[in-house]
């Protein structure tokens, strides 16, 4: 189902983001947003055009569905639990983690 409402849109941006470990100055500063715009997108203020959506999506790696619809949730929890196993690792344990993701996406680009 698509989400018409931009609170609930931004909602989940700041969840992923939050996810990402990333600040609302880095997400804007990649997406060639100003820190005020993302902010305002996030608190559901602000239309946004579809270009817009795109950016925000590639800098947090995630596609226009997982903030437009509400028929990810399985994955999004995925995701979360994901994350938060990978958050209470070791440095080193990261880096390996991240380390076979990257080679395991790379694989699915061939």
Do not use: W
Not at 13 to 30: D, H, N, P, W, Y
Not at 71 to 79: G, H, R, V
């Amino acid at each position: 189902m698509l989400i018409s409402k931009f609170s609930d849109i931004g909602n989940k941006l700041f969840s992923i983001r939050k996810r990402m470990g990333m600040t609302q100055a880095e997400v804007a500063e990649a997406a060639e947003l100003s820190t005020r715009t993302y902010a305002d997108i996030e608190r559901g203020n602000v239309n946004m055009r579809i270009e817009t959506i795109l950016k925000i999506c590639k800098v947090l790696h995630i596609t226009p569905d997982e903030i437009l619809t509400t028929d990810n949730t399985s994955i999004l929890a995925k995701e979360q639990e994901i994350f938060a196993r990978l958050n209470s690792c070791s440095t080193k344990d990261k880096e390996t983690a991240l380390t076979l993701l990257s080679v395991y996406l790379k694989s699915l680009s061939k």
